[in-house]
């Protein structure tokens, strides 16, 4: 646990323990009234209001439209549904710039809903509320579909045996048993909405404001760093809660229910109402995932002269971009690759370690680990990267000047991801055959060589897919760290966004358009590896 616990200590406990402190600290002593003073504020207020009803309607909307997609996944054979669920699944690995961007192309001014029947849904709550159930339908699908699968449908035919119908057997025996996967999935997209920042700035406008989106205005903008390190505070507190009781029904999910083979459960639809039920999931798919991706593909493809790739060709011009960048757009593409490859690297060495400590020891203390390796999901992004400015700026770490500081912002992200995908392949590995490998005088590094890695492979390779697509579409740190000549692939889309003119907008298309392929053939070259479901993710 010493890399682990050293890597977290250095790159995010004391980056945000440092802003924080900055921010309630004057004249050598603590202000914690500024505590009172910022939260008694009108407009931090109605910052704090939006953001927990924004991600309580988000929740429940996701919930409402992905749980029959999730029970049509996991009990429905059909032709397709491979590709159906690699569909489902891109917009989880897509960058929130992206999603932004995707959104802002359907609903925004010029936007396909514009040019049709001139309405405009950009900066209005709408536009952020199906953006966040874009992103977050695959969390619901894979998470209480993977459990759903897994459920012996026997149980449910013996209760209308017994005399239930078919609603009642649904309500009194299967929905008990799916409980900890919904709940789990529930707090996952109120997690991830609650922080949600690259959608609401590009959607929101400045009519709306959520708590990350208000803690990048206060320190970028304002410089007020006392009300951003309370903001700070107010959202780490919260996300601690959320985190603490998605451990609660994880745990509830792994040990109360005896699972069967997925293979076993799934059949082809059978009558109208299944098939019916299949078309609804598929009908609410194709507007809802294909329309906004290939609306931001046709975007990037309608330039001035009409459709082919003017946009496309310009990002290789810095002289395109108006003295938006030092050089080529393009560039970001090598930029973002190189540190995502090296963020995954990083990822893996650190949640692999992690994961495997983790299956080995017990306590209070591991359990807080635990719990600790997911917080770099909830803490504000924008306070790690500018913690990282104003911490790891003096030897033995002056990294400020470095490109290594974007992977290491980047890894603490694809950490949670490492973790959560390898612990449970890990902790279904039999001890006993370590201890086989050791009596007959294996060493430990030796014995995890040859028992435990050719077990774990697949789910390494899953793991280092997903550390991989979520590095590459980091925004919220890397916007403060990444250097003027060495600009990311988020940062360039949203740096393009920001500036007036239709070949900045065709840019930023462009761009987004480039960065969701490479995240789709990753997700792509990981449904090919995975032939289990097992893992968070």
Request: hydrophobic share 55%; with cysteine; proline share 6%.
């Amino acid at each position: 646990m010493a890399v682990p616990v050293a890597f977290f200590a250095v790159f995010f406990a004391y980056p945000v323990t440092a802003i924080v402190g900055r921010g309630l600290k004057a004249g050598g002593g603590w202000r914690f009234g500024r505590v009172g003073d910022v939260l008694s504020r009108p407009g931090i207020l109605d910052v704090l209001w939006f953001t927990t009803w924004q991600a309580l309607a988000s929740t429940a909307l996701t919930l409402l439209i992905a749980l029959p997609a999730a029970y049509v996944f996991a009990r429905f054979d059909f032709p397709g549904k491979q590709v159906l669920r690699a569909v489902v699944t891109v917009p989880f690995v897509l960058p929130t710039v992206v999603v932004g961007t995707a959104f802002l192309a359907l609903l925004g001014r010029g936007g396909l809903l514009d040019d049709l029947w001139g309405v405009r849904l950009d900066t209005t709550v709408w536009a952020i509320l199906l953006a966040h159930v874009f992103f977050n339908y695959a969390v619901v699908v894979r998470t209480v579909g993977g459990l759903w699968s897994q459920l012996d449908p026997r149980q449910e035919e013996a209760a209308r045996v017994l005399g239930a119908g078919r609603l009642a057997a649904w309500w009194r025996v299967t929905l008990p048993a799916l409980a900890p996967a919904v709940a789990a999935a529930a707090l996952m997209v109120f997690l991830f909405t609650f922080t949600s920042f690259g959608v609401v700035q590009i959607l929101g406008g400045p009519a709306f404001s959520t708590l990350e989106v208000e803690i990048y205005r206060q320190t970028a903008e304002l410089l007020d760093l006392p009300t951003a390190a309370v903001l700070t505070l107010v959202q780490f507190a919260a996300v601690g809660a959320i985190l603490a009781v998605h451990a609660w029904t994880v745990r509830r999910r792994e040990t109360a229910l005896k699972l069967v083979d997925a293979a076993q459960t799934s059949r082809r639809p059978r009558g109208t109402g299944q098939w019916a039920l299949l078309g609804g999931v598929i009908g609410t798919v194709l507007p809802l995932i294909l329309l906004p991706i290939g609306v931001l593909i046709e975007r990037s493809l309608d330039g001035p002269g009409g459709y082919g790739f003017a946009f496309y060709r310009a990002l290789a011009s810095v002289d395109a971009t108006g003295g938006t960048f030092l050089v080529p757009p393009l560039e970001a593409v090598g930029n973002s690759l190189l540190y995502a490859l090296v963020a995954t690297a990083v990822a893996l060495v650190v949640g692999g370690l992690a994961a495997a400590a983790l299956t080995r020891r017990a306590g209070r203390f591991v359990r807080g680990f635990d719990a600790l390796l997911m917080l770099p999901l909830g803490v504000s992004a924008v306070t790690v990267g500018f913690g990282f400015l104003i911490t790891l700026d003096k030897p033995p770490l002056d990294l400020r000047a470095s490109w290594i500081l974007v992977p290491l912002a980047q890894a603490l992200v694809g950490v949670p991801f490492v973790v959560r995908t390898m612990l449970p392949v890990l902790r279904a590995v039999d001890g006993r055959l370590r201890e086989a490998a050791a009596v007959l005088g294996a060493s430990p590094l030796r014995a995890w060589r040859e028992v435990d890695l050719p077990l774990v492979r697949r789910a390494l390779l899953i793991a280092a897919g997903f550390a991989f697509a979520v590095s590459l579409g980091e925004f919220g740190a890397t916007v403060f760290i990444a250097r003027p000549d060495r600009p990311t692939l988020p940062v360039a889309v949203a740096r393009l966004l920001g500036r007036p003119g239709e070949l900045n907008y065709g840019q930023a298309m462009a761009l987004s358009t480039v960065l969701m392929v490479v995240c789709a053939v990753s997700l792509l070259v990981l449904e090919r590896i995975r032939t289990d479901r097992s893992g968070e993710f």
